[in-house]
């Protein structure tokens, strides 16, 4: 089928004066656009899918079964609508490089069916005027549903509510970039509930401006749900409203439904935390929460089974939970379990002291002085710094 469409379309070229075989490497994309849409808009769906298949291959480097994977995510009715070639004239305008457009249509097929004057080139522009250039658009578009959204019924007037809120554009760039998602919701309905909610609970202006900058999608959250964090935050883990630590744990609790949450405590527990620990753990650390259910199991393991450490001590320490394990905290135990036997530190030192430490002071104090004295393990840690660079 596609190789007898290649033909004819070469005959049409042929009708229309574009020459003969060396023609064909140069014909123009205004006419390959015109015999793409006279003989493509004619065709039954999934003769049009096959065509989109082998667009994506051919031009965008898609190997064949990503190809059908990404084209059955279309709706075949749309595909009547498809302008390949405009549409990549415009991601090249964009700055986008092919590998850029591959992941962005990998991602979001729909934006391939995007009408190009009226809806993509006005969207784009607006990211462009907040500052999006790349890959920070791939990552935006990837992150959101924007492209989805009305220019005039709720982009434009969502930047507007934010520039009321924020009082500048520059502010208003830095948290749309930090959430994407900002621009797919009706703004002016979603976040005034959850303010008035803060200021009733006693969150000043100030506070909320941190809540919002640091997180912008705390305020898109059902109010109900988070009035609910809030109470949770100061009743159930006994963070006081006062500490610093009290909008910290708002924000890793609000990211946590009630299963996922119960499912991380009962991690702890099985450990051998109490309640107690756990609440402990919190206020020092609440990040300790946000923390993948596999992440929390390993890193437990490690520091309890094979170090030895007791609960109270790690929910007193808390960074140690949140420290890489294979990046930070093991490369830097294994050089100080070296220093201590050959006897190269005397003074007492703990392990927490030497995971906290910044790199470089790390590398100052416990790796240079000694690196002739453990030249494998030197050649190991500094391996593992530049893997962890890169």
Partial sequence: MLKKLSQTCDTQGLM???GSNGAKKHLSSKFYTFRFHLFYSTLPATSRADILV?????????????????????????LRNYEPHLLLDVFHNMGLNKSQIKTLISSSPEVLFCHIDKNLKPKIKVLQQLGLSG?????????????????????????????????????????????????????????????????????SRMDIETIFNRRPRYLLNNPVWLERVVHQ????????RESRMFLHGIEALVSLDESKLERKLDIFRSFGWSDSDICAMVRKLPYCLTSSEAKIRITLK????????????????APLLKYSLEK?????NEILKFLKEKQLITRKLSLYTVVASTELEFQKKYVLPFREKMPDLYDLYIKVQAQEKS
Avoid: C
Avoid at 234 to 240: D, G
Avoid at 328 to 332: F, H, I, N, S
């Fill in 302 to 317: 490690f520091f309890m089974n094979e170090l030895g450490y007791e609960p109270s001590y790690l929910a007193s320490h």
């Fill in 135 to 203: 890959s920070d658009l791939v990552t935006f578009i990837k992150k959101s549903d924007f492209l989805t959204r009305g220019l005039h019924t709720t982009i434009k007037p969502s930047l507007d509510y934010l520039k009321e809120l924020l009082g500048s554009y520059d502010s208003v760039a830095m948290v749309v970039k930090k959430e994407p998602r900002l621009l797919s919701n009706n703004l002016r309905k979603v976040i005034p509930p959850n303010i008035s909610l803060l200021q009733n609970l006693g969150f």
């Fill in 54 to 78: 082998d667009f994506m291959v051919n031009s965008l480097g898609f190997s064949t079964h990503e190809a059908i994977s990404t084209s059955d995510k279309v709706t075949r009715s749309r």
């Fill in 328 to 332: 930070r905290v093991m490369p830097r």
């Fill in 233 to 240: 935050a100061e009743n159930s883990f006994h963070i006081p």
């Fill in 16 to 18: 229309f004066g574009f």
